[in-house]
């Protein structure tokens, strides 16, 4: 009988480990509550070969506020304010308009900005030094493998996507500030006239 027990215990240990380690992710966004910062991008594929590199302006505001403008080689942005996000590629001229729902099964980086408490469970947050490893959980439907979050002294410094391929895109963060009253407005988005919408939200 105590030899049941102890197994069970031990089986239970990485699972309070990981709840753990997601409070303490949690804790440390929340504590930022709102930040802007230029990133410098570079994607790798599998084999670790430089396939693109970019440059642009991050912005995170708690809750569910999201800004991401990609301003080299390519122009792209998007804008996640409450449950919705809009997705402009102004080279095409068009706009998407999803729920945050969908971003979540895109990439489960929207969490860094979305506290609810359904969509985190269904991701394992493992805590590996000053990172945090975001990985969706058996049966949760994502584009990306892997979310690496990643702190200096309590700021956040880098962020690194994988995906099914084997492809990496490395986000280093610099000249970071907190969100002030003139930055709401990167989270509000008029959309251009004469663009093509598609509007892909569900309600």
């Known amino acids: 009988m105590k030899k049941s027990i102890w197994v069970c215990l031990t089986a239970l240990l990485p699972l309070a480990a990981q709840a753990d380690d997601a409070a303490m992710l949690a804790a440390r966004l929340d504590a930022m509550q709102g930040i802007k910062a230029n990133f410098s991008q570079k994607v ?3 084999n670790g070969k430089l396939i693109q590199q970019g440059t642009g302006v991050i912005a995170l505001h708690q809750p569910d506020a999201f800004y991401w ?4 080689p390519d122009e792209s942005l998007i804008v ?3 449950n919705t996000v809009w997705v402009y590629n102004p080279f095409a001229e068009e706009v ?3 729920d945050m729902e969908d971003i979540l099964k895109a990439s489960p980086m929207a969490l860094l900005v979305h506290r609810d408490e359904k969509s985190w469970s269904e991701y394992q947050i493992d805590k590996k030094g ?4 975001i990985s ?5 439907e994502s584009a990306v493998n892997t979310v690496s979050v990643c702190f200096v002294n309590q700021t956040l410094s880098d962020i690194r996507l994988t995906d099914g391929q084997g492809s990496t895109s490395h986000f ?3 000249a970071q500030a907190q969100i002030g009253e ?3 407005q990167l989270f509000s988005f008029d959309i251009p006239e004469g663009v093509s919408i598609d509007d892909q939200r569900t309600r």
């Open 130 to 133: 000053d990172c945090f490893d």
């Open 44 to 46: 790798t594929d599998q």
């Open 96 to 98: 998407s308009i999803l």
């Open 182 to 184: 003139a930055d709401s």
């Open 172 to 174: 280093a963060l610099s």
């Open 80 to 82: 996640a304010k409450d």
């Open 69 to 72: 403008h990609l301003t080299a």
């Open 136 to 140: 969706p959980r058996p049966g949760v």
